[in-house]
């Protein structure tokens, strides 16, 4: 017998609904006998008064509203076809998609992974085709997407509300808050305005648009659920503050704009949170208090520079506050400082809390690294803490983003590759993915060149460089320092920590 549910299945392609139904809920529950009616008086009854303007009148003025709210917005945005070039794996860090996030767009590198640090074999790069959306925010075309909808595009096409279609450029890209921005030529486009998303609450009525699974120009409605979400990508450095909305966004609604009731943008739809990679009632949006300088940014100079301090920080909470000497359960705690960092050499500790910056008071990590990330490398902040019960105030010069993470190959005065390695900070997580023991320090071997000094030594990717000439390193930077004092012709020899075990390896310099 087969299942209700395969009935109703069966009765939406006969187009006999109803009688179908019954009769698969009349197999659900037994056969029983319907009495026949003893009179006409009995199976009369008395028929439901209409329902008047007046009586939903509530109903129908919000209906109103939703439509003209949507008729506003829906011009505004675009539907994105994307032709992009996959990197050749072995390229980067092989990072996979997890069971518990999923990105709206197809084929291309998401913001929400969760996979493994790998170092595999190079293979050639792959042609893909991807979707997703975005929001036109000027009149001469200027358009908001995410990072991932538009990465690796060597094809970029835009197709408006009315059926027209236009190429896109791609002016400029931000893979750590996961934004973009590309333009198509014209003018008189309509456009949204940015709205300000530090004013939103909780059960605050929004609308999501987009074109999930391809079916263009769709709208949902639901509210704000939660505001200042953490970030639940592996790495750290990309910041948080996400708007949780219960308004339903699926696959292809990247970078379409999550809208007030004013018709202003204050958020771009980013992920989701699902099992199975369908909506689940959990979607998240970029607040426009990072999307406005992030913007801002990439329409002036093409690309972010964010500020850089070099700790780890975490949030304070009711359980560990009183370890701290703290009233209130605000401020970020620093849990690391990195070596030769800003931080380090402002003499930030392990244990302080920052309550603020630059006299404006942070709440909570997440908030602290928004504020350090939209700041200009170079830039001297000067961060209020609590350190043993008693505020200072410390002053920290910012260094950029990523400026640490990789170093490029060594290169001697001819300005060819001196030693072939490039190198990067032996983080936490390739720490876990390696399984270096904790006391193992120095910098991750990234890529070797071919034919250089490191690859004619047996140095892989993945290998991990402890100490030159006989010094100890304990980052990239430090490495890169002592190899780059090595007098020119001259040999150097390194211990690497591969598989297990240490072994000592001499670069011999290649000839220019």
């Known amino acids: 017998m087969s299942s209700w549910k395969e009935t109703l299945k069966v009765g939406f392609k006969k187009g006999v609904l109803v009688p179908l139904l019954a009769v698969a809920m009349a197999a659900s529950v037994g056969v029983y006998e319907l009495a026949k009616p003893t009179s006409a008086a009995a199976v009369a009854e008395p028929a439901p008064a209409a329902l008047d303007d007046n009586s939903v009148s509530a109903l129908l003025s919000l209906d109103q509203a939703m439509e003209t ?125 940015l709205g300000d998303s530090t004013k939103l609450h909780p059960g605050q009525t929004v609308l999501a648009f987009g074109n999930p699974f391809g079916f263009r120009f769709t709208v949902t409605r639901g509210i704000v659920s939660a505001l200042n979400r953490p970030n639940p990508d592996s790495n750290r450095r990309k910041p948080g503050q996400f708007i949780q909305t219960d308004a339903a966004i699926n696959p292809g609604n990247s970078g379409g704009p999550l809208v007030n009731a004013h018709g202003e943008v204050i958020g771009i739809n980013t992920f989701l949170i699902s099992d199975n990679g369908s909506f689940s009632g959990m979607g998240f949006a970029i607040p426009t208090q990072i999307v406005r300088p992030t913007v801002a940014a990439l329409m002036r100079n093409g690309k972010v520079s964010h500020g850089y301090m070099g700790i780890g920080i975490s949030d304070v909470t009711p359980e560990n506050s009183k370890f701290f000497d703290l009233a209130k359960s605000e401020g970020a705690l620093v849990s690391q400082v990195e070596p030769d960092s800003p931080a380090a050499k402002a003499g930030l500790k392990n244990g302080d809390v920052i309550l603020g910056v630059d006299g404006k008071t942070v709440s909570d990590a997440g908030e602290l690294q928004v504020e350090v990330g939209q700041k200009q490398p170079g830039t001297t902040i000067r961060l209020n803490i609590m350190r043993n019960g008693k505020t200072e105030t410390v002053p920290v010069t910012l260094e950029a983003m990523g400026s640490r993470d990789k170093v490029a190959s060594n290169h001697g005065e001819t300005g060819k590759p001196r030693w072939g390695l490039a190198l990067g900070d032996l983080s936490s997580d390739a720490r876990q993915q390696l399984e270096a023991p904790s006391d193992i320090h120095g910098a991750v071997v990234e890529n070797v060149e071919p034919g250089s000094a490191a690859e004619n030594a047996g140095i892989q990717r993945g290998d991990v460089i402890v100490e030159v000439n006989r010094k100890p390193v304990q980052s990239a930077s430090e490495v890169q320092r002592a190899l780059s004092g090595v007098a020119q012709g001259q040999d150097a020899l390194v211990l690497v920590w591969s598989q297990g075990g240490n072994t000592y390896r001499v670069l011999h310099p290649t000839q220019g």
Do not use: C
């Open 69 to 193: 709210l949507a008729a506003r917005v829906t011009p505004a945005v675009v539907n994105i076809t994307v032709t992009s070039k996959t990197k050749a794996r072995g390229d980067d860090n092989g990072d996979q998609d997890g069971p518990a996030s999923q990105q709206f767009g197809e084929g291309n590198n998401p913001f929400g992974n969760f996979g493994p640090f790998r170092f595999g074999q190079p293979s050639r790069p792959q042609i893909e085709h991807g979707l997703g959306s975005g929001v036109i925010i000027s009149p001469d075309g200027y358009i908001i997407t995410n990072n991932h909808v538009v990465d690796g595009a060597v094809d970029v096409r835009v197709t408006m509300h009315d059926r027209r279609m236009f190429s896109a450029k791609v002016v400029g890209t931000d893979p750590l808050t996961d934004l973009a921005v590309i333009k198509i030529n014209g003018s008189g486009f309509a456009s949204l305005p």
